[in-house]
């Protein structure tokens, strides 16, 4: 992206990237020093009139670049300082992707109900297992959600759609930003819900498109809220007390 000579946001900016570049600036104005605290996230957010999530996002295109640390419970301070030679770098975030996800793989979904087969349809039962099995592995891959997802994208029988889902699970690893954010979601040991993905099952096997289009909305719209979950500075303390209290009813179920 060409930045304006004012430094000003260029017309096609999203809000995000407007606000971390008037942050950047105000780095460079010498408004922090390294080892200051950025103002709070609600404050930030109140005085450049934005959403939480913007700030978010904008922080975590600053943190990519070295700019900020940001410590959980704490904030975000200043790392460094821009140069004359940082330029501000956007890549696609983890919020854009799952919006994305949202529009493509809903209607993937809605397709797939009015294609897939009988062994499609046990495949994804045998996935939605193995989602379940990589939960309890601590630091585990999502391998098994991926290829949930993908096989869904394959069962539309559209090579297009394919290569547009695996395109944006590629980018889901590979943007800076994306990468990132889903680190902090698993730090924060948030995982794929098995319920959520069962119900798409579910929608998928009754060849209900409409079913299968609500249940995958409803799947990511959940991930979008654990990623915004993901990203409070709360979160791990949070998580970790939710997973004790999981772990106390597993061990009075079995014992």
Known sequence: MIDHPSGH????DRLYQDLARKLIAELA???????DRLPAERELAQTYNVSRPTVREAVIAL???????VR????????RLPGQDDAPGFN???FELTE????????AAALAATQIT??????LEELVKAIDLENTIPGGSEKADRAFHLAIARATRNAAILEAVERLWTLRATSPESALLHEKARVANIKPVVDEHTAVLLALR????VAARTAMHSHLTAVLESLLFATEEKAIQEARRAAQARRARYVRVTS
């Open 100 to 107: 994305a996800r949202l529009l493509f793989e809903g209607e």
């Open 206 to 209: 009754a060849r209900d498109p």
């Open 118 to 123: 009988a062994e499609e349809l046990a495949e």
């Open 72 to 79: 959980v419970g704490s904030g975000a301070y200043v790392r």
């Open 92 to 94: 696609i975030t983890a």
């Open 9 to 12: 946001a260029l017309p096609q």
């Open 29 to 35: 104005d010498g408004h922090f020093a390294i080892g």
């Open 63 to 69: 943190e990519v670049q070295g700019l900020v640390e």
